[in-house]
């Protein structure tokens, strides 16, 4: 049974920092596109960051030089480092495992809230 579970969200001031975890268990993490989205209230989910199986990492305009993802294979899981916290990054932050053959799999999410 494939599971995604993130960890790290909470309570940060603007300009603040936070690390995101996805750790997964069923699936190897380097077989699928991992990805972060996020969903803020009233608002549709939106992909935050993508890091490919070859390693090849994307990110949205908006989270461009202050977001980045990463991969831990040994440890088989993604994280996402936000640095520079603005509010409109306040959102429910979900994990996902995309694979064209293999099924596309989510996380529960973990609240993200930037606020002072």
């Known amino acids: 049974q494939v599971q995604l579970v993130e960890s790290g969200g909470g309570l940060v001031q603007p300009g603040g920092s936070l690390r995101l975890s996805c750790a997964a268990s069923?699936?190897?993490?380097?077989?699928?596109?991992m990805n972060w989205f996020r969903q803020a209230p009233g608002k549709q989910r939106e992909l935050v960051a993508t890091i490919t199986s070859s390693g090849i990492s994307n990110y949205a305009d908006s989270v461009k030089g202050r977001f980045t993802i990463s991969r831990d294979n040994a440890k088989n899981m993604i994280c996402l480092q936000m640095n520079s916290l603005k509010p409109e990054d306040t959102a429910v932050y979900y994990c996902?495992?995309?694979?064209?053959?293999?099924?596309?799999?989510w996380g529960q999410g973990t609240q993200v809230t930037v606020s002072s």
């Open positions: 069923g699936l190897i993490v380097s077989n699928y596109a």
């Open positions: 996902r495992a995309y694979g064209p053959y293999s099924g596309t799999y």
